[in-house]
């Protein structure tokens, strides 16, 4: 890169998705009820990720970095070997929202060319409130919710749309949405999304995910045939762990007796047994510990409407170290022909935060799409 360097702002949220594994939806007040109950964030180790992508082979100078002190990026920079221009100060392990935006004000004010944040659907309102005179914004997908459209599809795909700007590719900027839903809410299993407004992006729909469609895509008719499928097909004294989404609840109302005393999870991660529901609502850690005595067990997941995300958003319960214990080729993934249409030709993505499990991942997949019904979708 010629002339003067990409000033880039680095924010972290140092507790991003960390309610996810311990089945919170969130951590939007909730902080100290995850950290009670083993929740642990991995945002740093996804934030590196995409450093570690987009440092290699960069030119000399191309970046000059600026960032939110100690946890919130500064510290990650300097184990990369990156010098850093370190702006404010915080108290570390008690971060908070006012620190985020209070940070993202410093940053803006330093100058910078671009702010490259990591959270979710929380973060980055908070830097829609915070991010007047800052160019262009690109999130790193790292919490529970990710409605928003201005998250990279994975962390290396943010580092890539970077790399792009960096080798003087025109990329047009484009306001992309910004939503949220209400976390009490969420917890009950009720969806309530609102628009906040926009933030600038830059426009590659290779890399960036389009804003989450909310609402039930799938008829009840489409439902039942996908559900009349699955429950052919289930095994005697199989778990079958069942993701997240009006889909799974559909598949679940369908195959569960009543006699169980549960009722499907719409948004968390449920099991189901021999056609009765063993559990609900369950933790990375729940599924760890009942997946020991190593019986067999499938996934069923199914896409996020307009993005197509069917593991990493909303349901990071199902982990690497649990699917890797389920195994890769025991994963089914439902959904509707109108949902996969929707699509445009898109991929599945999937971002477990593993990048060898996601290659394991990706491919042409049989997708069950009704009864006796499957078509070959990518997965990327």
């Known amino acids: 890169m010629s002339g003067r360097a990409l000033r880039i702002g680095l924010l972290i949220n140092p507790v991003a998705g960390i309610g996810g594994p311990v089945a919170l939806k969130g951590s939007d007040g909730v902080v100290e009820e995850a950290r009670a109950r083993g929740g642990e964030s991995h945002v740093h180790e996804r934030v590196a990720h995409c450093l570690d992508v987009l ?10 970095w600026f960032a939110a002190p100690g946890e919130m990026g500064a510290d990650l920079l300097r184990s990369k070997g990156q010098p850093v221009v370190e702006t404010g100060s915080i108290v570390a392990g008690r971060t908070t929202a006012q620190d985020t935006r209070r940070c ?3 940053l803006a004010d330093a100058g ?4 490259l944040f990591a959270g979710g659907d929380g973060t980055a309102r908070d830097v829609m409130d915070s991010v007047a005179g800052i160019p262009a914004v690109v999130g790193i997908p790292s919490g529970v919710k990710m409605h928003s459209g201005v998250f990279a599809n994975t962390p290396k795909a943010a580092a890539l749309l970077i790399r792009k700007m960096l080798a003087g590719e025109l990329l047009t900027l484009v306001q992309a949405e910004v939503r949220d839903i209400d976390e009490v809410s969420f917890r009950e299993g009720i969806v309530r999304t609102r628009f906040y407004g926009e933030l600038p992006v830059p426009d590659d729909l290779q890399y960036m995910q389009q804003t989450k469609i909310g609402g039930r895509e799938v008829e009840e008719l489409v439902i039942e045939e996908i559900a009349a499928d699955v429950r052919e097909n289930m095994q005697p004294d199989t778990w079958y762990i069942m993701g997240s989404g009006s889909t799974i609840a559909g598949i679940m109302e ?3 007796s009543p006699q169980s ?11 189901v047994r021999n ?8 933790t990375e850690q729940d599924l760890l510990e009942g997946l020991a005595d190593g019986a067999p067990a499938r996934i069923f997941v199914t896409a996020i409407s307009g993005q197509g995300h069917i593991l990493g ?14 195994g890769a080729g025991n994963i089914s993934v439902v959904a509707s022909k109108a949902k996969l249409n929707a699509l445009n030709g898109r991929p599945l993505r999937v971002d ?26 990518r997965v990327a």
């Open 254 to 256: 369908s195959i569960v």
């Open 313 to 326: 958003r909303g349901n990071q319960q199902l982990s690497p170290r649990v699917i890797r214990r389920v």
């Open 104 to 106: 993202i004000r410093e």
């Open 55 to 64: 440092i290699s082979d960069q030119e000399d100078n191309s970046i000059a």
């Open 112 to 115: 910078i060319d671009l702010l």
């Open 261 to 271: 005393g549960l009722a499907p999870t719409l948004l968390g991660i449920d099991v």
């Open 352 to 377: 477990t935060g593993d990048e060898l499990l996601d290659a394991e991942l990706a491919g042409l997949h049989a997708v069950i799409t009704g009864y006796e019904d499957r078509v070959y979708y």
């Open 275 to 282: 056609g009765e529901q063993m559990a609900a609502d369950v």
